[in-house]
């Protein structure tokens, strides 16, 4: 029953995709980009304008414009749907995916309620983030998903991001949840501003990076930034 309304969750949200009797489908993105602030994200673009979240392309990394459902891998499939915008860094050693989830409409939270009685807004990252723990952790770890996260202290989240919260859990893959053979390591990161919306990035990196993880980690930490 909580898969299916996490499930419902996604339908409601969906910017760029949906889900529908276990199939992810993705909707057509807009290509006009003469309005478009960051023309590779194309309709992520608009999101991030209308959650005004300025983007800065990290020192040392290519942005290419693709989007990743998982096909292959069932497991990623469940918890991270589908994710676009792809930053690859120049060594190929580790690479970014993203997740712009705008501030929810009335008449969506009006929806969501009819659903779910106390639904808030608010708390759809951490609703997220303990679903991500299930899939990769299980139920049990999920009950205790806070001891598996590192949260951001309200002033780190506001220097780093200008965010309220900012929380990033690591999963070390197992061996046949290699991405592409040489990711053996993904880390997932949301930060958040109220009634604002919030971002997410799910960082896969090799061996060789996680050997110089702070390299990337610190910019990848300068890459987004709400603006008051």
Known sequence: ?????FILIFFILGDLFCI???KVMVIPIDKDTTALKYEW???DSKVLNSMNVVYRKPEGF??????ECFKENPKFEEAFTCVSNLLQSEDNQFMVFMQTHRLFTKREISEMRRLFKDFDPENFPVNKMKYIVKVFFGKEKANNWGELVDFYSIEEAHKKFNAD??????????????YKKDYKYVDVLFFQKKERGFVGLFCFYTDKARRNFDHYWKKIEETFYYED
Request: glycine share 4%; proline share 0%.
């Open 20 to 22: 529908a009797q276990s």
């Open 165 to 178: 919260c900012a929380m990033k859990l690591s999963i070390s893959l197992t061996l046949e949840d290699y």
């Open 1 to 5: 029953m909580k898969t299916i309304k």
């Open 62 to 67: 290519i942005e290419i414009g693709s989007t």
């Open 41 to 43: 994200m194309e309709s």
